[in-house]
């Protein structure tokens, strides 16, 4: 919506999308936006548009609302899609680069009126409907017209898109400008720098809007001014520029004096310095334009040369002979020319004083008279600059041309910037030609204006009775008709043989359209009139004021004729610029030229053909005061040009019917919620939607009128009313939007949440559903390998069967591993399938070494010994002995006795000879088997049986034949000794309780492990003398020693492990 309000205000408008006058109206959302803030500013500040007065038949209230605004610095105001502007003659801060962006795509009405706001929408209207655009601004003399057209040139440049092709054009059109105005104004007494040419610019725009090239028409450059200017006037600036801000050099080369009273065509207006115009600096400016645009150094002196030549024209002077001819009497300036035009200063100076007459075929030289060599070398001046600048137009035109050949589908915008109405103390033809542009101009106006307004009513089925305006039709026609019109006289009367002149011309007009209600002479004049008139003046009633032409110079400026033998030395001239604008088939060419106003009648109307052929929108600039001065607002000129300007006319078709009308939608979507019927949705036909409304909201008959697809409000106040009927529901509605927009915007967050929560909880399933499927299909393929591999098992090694046949190994060593032995008595060893069988054997045995040795190097030195022990006890009696398999588990001890329990006495016996172990034993007598207690004590190379302190027998080991002992349970043992001995009583039968370790201690002393006898039934043993006992052994069921009937020992053990 609209955001200011303040100083740029608020603009109140038609839905117009198109911002032409035609008010064709278009429903737009934008309406809303404007009428609010317009409804604000509106008394402040005045209306932003004149449609919005209530009372806008009232030429005080428009020209009241043009004065508030202006106050206020608001120059610029609409009528319906017409932009005012008054000139504010001073610099205002609207033409920044942040207005050109608030402005820039942002519909018409969203914003104050401003240029940028017209530019933009006829540059959306040729981007969007692909229609050529028109700019056409008018204006009096000093209006604005081209500083608007400058600005709104900048507006394109800075906000259209560019390229760096882009880039260089938009500077080439910028540039043009200072070019152009440097040429082609000049101060005048409405303006410092007034054009005195009228120009018709089209920017080129590509399909993506970027200005691509640009092409000028230029019109009636005011040549008289060359030779000529009015009191407090100037001639075109480049003449001062040059002189002021030229290089010494460059003077001198040119032959110029850095003063311009020196030159008697800068002197005749008196006033060669301005204050608002700074010479030097603009001089830097066109030089640096002219570099822009593509002007070569050669070129630009060239250019320079003619300006000079001009000068230097303007100070020939002239003498008489007596003979009245005219001679030039100085030769200074003919010799500048010579050099500067590259010609023949003799042919110059003859034919600046003499004129070629062809008579009966041949070529006469004619001398002139004073005047006529005068005014033959202004004719000369003003020819040169005239067609130089034609010369430069077109210069600039092929510098701005698109290259691009394949490319020609532009569309274009056009600005037209031509000189204003105008009306001097004297004027002549100038005024008149420019007087007539501007009488087509505004016809061109009103017939668009009027009809397409008409056309919108009878579209919409609108009765309506039509405005009365004035259609200066009948003005152009008066000049511009065939045969009849005053152009046609004209041209008749420079044709005609004979002394024509401008009194027969001014009679002649006199007979032809001496009726028409809008011409004047002072013969035909009232007597009021006549006081006001010259006899030598005619007066045509302009649809913008009374203007009085002064018939004196007409016929020559129509002529526009140059001498032949002029034309023929600029056509030898060696300057490459009036080569060619001169040219030699001119010299040929028998046809007579079309004359000046006839040439500038058909440019109008090619002109006016090209703006029909687009859409144009307006500019109706207005000048404040006379003075140029800033903030002053001058009623009376200022009535008289909304006067002729058309702008209340405008204004009034405007609103003659209707101030309003809006498409039933967007009138019915703006202002529904102020009725319960239509809020907040209307669903019936729009029309009846729209009539509910209006009548809710007590519009009467004749404030309204529905047509066909809108409605037509005919007075504002109705329209505000409502305005304000909206502004106080605005409030509620606020409200209710708020909490719905909340609501709204906290469902889209959570369903925004939710729905990402969604998707990331689908973008799960989905993976682990992946993930799952490929673990089955991996699974179904280890099982179908395995199958296969099952089936082929027995199979070599083949593709069908290895991962099978892997597998088994692989798992075979994988159970291997958790079921390795514990220790070396584990025996358990998984069955390997056939394929590993050597390898689990091999593995076997590697797991039972390396128990072994991990066994091995863990146990102690005793424990070594014990096991030594212990593997002896094996070797001699596992699998022999009945008690063997209990002896196992007990620890051999290294002695039975210790020190105290073995007698002092056979300890000091002993001697030195070290005990290595000592055992309790019962000792059987030899005969009578009588068991006694005696201690066996093993040494190192003895065994010992004492009894108390006593010595009683001692075995060498050597001596020691072997030793006996049964295979069952009991603890008997035969010491068997060499029966020849006589110190031994023969063979020991003794009893140990721990027969197995004593027994393997002895073996172990005496080195007799392979002498221990292990027998079944008996034991036979030397008594001594050759006499032998016997000892029977028998398995009982406890241990019983006794002397049996037989003389034998008998000994019976129970059975302990069963075999
Ligand atoms: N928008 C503006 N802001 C400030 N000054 C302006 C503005 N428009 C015009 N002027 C002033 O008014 C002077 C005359 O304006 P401009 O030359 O545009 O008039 P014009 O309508 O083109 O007149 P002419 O018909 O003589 O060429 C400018 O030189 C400038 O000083
Ligand atoms: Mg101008």
Redesign the pocket.
């Known amino acids: 919506m609209i955001s200011e309000a303040h100083n740029t205000g608020q603009y109140l408008i038609f839905n117009t999308t198109k911002i032409l006058d035609k008010p064709v109206v278009v429903a737009s959302d934008g309406v809303r936006a404007m009428m609010e803030s317009a409804l604000t500013a509106r008394d402040r500040v005045g209306v932003q548009d004149f449609v919005l007065l209530e009372n806008h038949t009232s030429e005080a209230a428009f020209i009241e609302n043009l004065r508030k605004r202006f106050k206020e610095n608001l120059?610029y105001t609409y009528i319906g899609s017409v932009l005012v502007?008054v000139?504010?003659?001073?610099?205002?801060e609207i033409y920044t680069k942040n207005h050109m962006e608030r402005y820039r795509g942002v519909n018409f009405y969203e914003v104050s009126p401003h240029l940028y706001a017209v530019s933009d929408n006829s540059y959306r209207s040729m981007r969007t409907e692909r229609k050529d655009q028109c700019i056409l601004i008018s204006?009096?003399?000093?209006?604005?017209?081209?500083?608007?057209s400058k600005?709104i040139l900048q507006y394109y440049a800075v906000t259209c898109p560019a390229s760096e092709h882009v880039q260089t054009i938009k500077d080439r059109l910028l540039q043009s400008n200072p070019v152009l105005e440097a040429f082609g104004?000049a101060k005048?007494l409405?303006?410092?720098?007034?054009?005195r040419f009228g120009k018709y610019m089209d920017i080129q725009f590509d399909f993506k809007g970027a200005p691509v090239g640009g092409h000028i028409i230029n019109y009636l450059l005011e040549k008289s001014r060359v030779v000529h200017q009015n009191h407090g006037e100037r001639n075109f600036h480049i003449f001062y520029q040059l002189i002021e801000g030229g290089e010494e050099d460059l003077l001198r080369r040119l032959g110029l004096e850095r003063n311009p009273q020196q030159y008697q065509y800068l002197v005749k207006g008196n006033c060669p310095k301005v204050s608002?115009i700074n010479d030097r600096s603009d001089w830097k400016v066109v030089r640096k334009a002219l570099t822009v645009i593509g002007f070569s150094e050669d070129e630009v002196e060239e250019l320079l040369n003619i300006i000079a030549s001009v000068l230097h024209l303007g100070n020939v002077q002239y003498g008489g002979e007596d003979s009245g001819n005219a001679c030039i009497t100085s030769d200074t300036q003919i010799k500048y020319l010579a050099r500067l035009l590259g010609v023949n200063g003799t042919v110059l100076t003859e034919a600046l004083t003499h004129k070629k007459i062809i008579a009966k075929g041949e070529e006469l030289m004619s001398p002139l008279n004073l005047e006529q060599a005068s005014s033959a070398r202004d004719a000369l001046s003003k020819a040169v600059y005239g067609r130089t600048f034609t010369w430069l137009v077109n210069k600039i035109n092929a510098s701005l041309a698109y290259t691009d050949d394949s490319y020609k589908n532009w569309s274009v915008i056009g600005l037209l910037?031509i000189?204003?109405f105008e009306v001097f103390q004297n004027n002549s033809f100038e005024q008149f030609c420019i007087n007539y542009c501007n009488e087509k101009l505004q016809q061109l106006f009103i017939e668009l204006t009027l009809k397409s307004e008409q056309e919108e009513y009878e579209a919409e089925g609108i009765t309506w009775e039509p405005v009365q305006y004035f259609n200066n039709k009948i003005i152009c026609d008066l000049v511009e008709e065939k045969f009849k019109g005053i152009i046609s006289i004209l041209d008749e009367e420079c044709l005609r043989p004979g002394d024509a002149s401008d009194i027969t011309f001014l009679e002649k007009l006199e007979d032809t359209v001496g009726g028409h209600p809008h011409f004047v002479t002072h013969k035909l004049a009232d007597g009021k009139t006549r006081k006001v008139m010259g006899r030598d003046e005619f007066r045509l009633l302009h649809y913008a004021g009374e203007v009085n032409y002064n018939v004196n110079g007409f016929l020559d400026k129509n002529n526009d004729l140059l001498f032949r033998n002029l034309k023929e030395v600029m056509c030898m001239s060696e300057n490459k610029i009036l080569n060619q604008c001169f040219d030699r088939e001119e010299l040929t060419d028998k046809k007579r030229p079309d004359t000046a106003a006839t040439q500038f009648k058909a440019s109008l109307a090619k002109l006016m053909e090209i703006l029909m052929s687009k859409e144009p929108s307006y500019i109706r600039?207005i000048k404040p005061n006379d003075s140029?001065q800033a903030g002053r607002f001058d009623e009376v000129l200022i009535r008289h040009q909304v006067k002729y300007l058309g702008l209340m006319e405008n204004l009034r078709v405007r609103r003659a019917g209707f101030a309003y009308r809006r498409r039933y939608e967007v009138f019915l979507q703006r202002y529904k919620s102020l009725c319960p019927d239509t809020w907040p949705n209307w669903r019936g036909k729009l029309a009846d939607g729209v009539a509910t409304l209006v009548k809710h909201l007590g519009y009467k008959p004749e404030e309204y009128k529905l047509g066909r697809s809108k409605i037509f409000i005919r007075f504002p106040k109705t329209l505000f009313a409502t305005e304000d009927a909206l502004e106080t529901r605005k409030h509620s509605l606020a409200t209710i939007v708020q909490a719905q927009w909340r609501g709204y915007s906290q469902k889209s967050k959570y369903q925004k949440l939710r729905n990402s929560a969604i998707g990331i909880q689908a973008w799960w399933r989905g993976i682990l559903a992946r993930r799952r499927a490929q673990r089955r299909r991996q699974a179904a393929d280890t099982i179908r390998r395995f199958i296969k591999g099952f089936i082929y098992r027995h199979q070599e090694r083949c593709p069908e069967n290895e991962y099978f046949l892997d597998y088994v190994r692989y798992s075979f060593l994988m159970k291997l591993r958790r079921n390795l032995p514990k220790n070396v008595l584990d025996k358990s060893w998984p069955t390997p399938p056939a394929a590993l069988t050597e390898a689990s054997e091999h593995l076997r045995k590697m797991c039972m070494q390396n128990m072994v040795w991990t066994y091995c190097k863990r146990i102690s030195p005793e424990w070594k010994h014990q096991m030594e022990q212990k593997m002896i006890a094996s070797e001699i009696f596992k699998d022999k002995k009945d008690n063997y398999p209990q002896s196992v588990p007990k620890l051999f001890v290294s002695t039975r006795l210790n020190g105290e329990e073995i007698n002092p006495k056979v300890l000091q016996a002993l001697g030195t000879e070290k005990m290595k172990y000592a055992v309790p034993v019962t000792k059987y007598d030899r005969k009578g088997y009588k068991a006694r207690p005696r201690q066996l004590l093993l040494t190192a190379n003895c065994a010992i049986i004492v009894e108390e302190a006593k010595l009683k027998q001692r075995i060498d080991y050597k001596a020691l034949k072997g030793v006996s002992v049964s295979s069952l349970s009991d603890g008997l043992f035969v010491l068997h000794v060499p029966s020849d001995d006589n110190k031994q009583k023969g063979d020991v039968v003794l009893q140990s309780d721990h027969v197995i370790e004593t027994l393997t201690k002895v073996a172990i002393c005496a080195d007799k492990i392979n002498n221990i006898n292990i027998n079944q039934g008996s034991i036979t043993f030397t008594v001594g003398q050759g006499k032998e006992g016997i000892i029977d052994f028998t398995p009982g069921s406890e241990l019983l020693v006794a002397k049996a009937k037989n003389g034998h020992l008998s000994v019976t053990a129970p059975r302990l492990n069963s075999r």
Do not use: Q
């Open positions: 120059i502007s000139n504010p003659y001073k610099d205002l204006g009096e003399s000093g209006a604005g017209k081209t500083e608007a600005k104004n005048t409405r303006n410092d720098n007034s054009s608002s910037d000189y204003g600039c140029k």
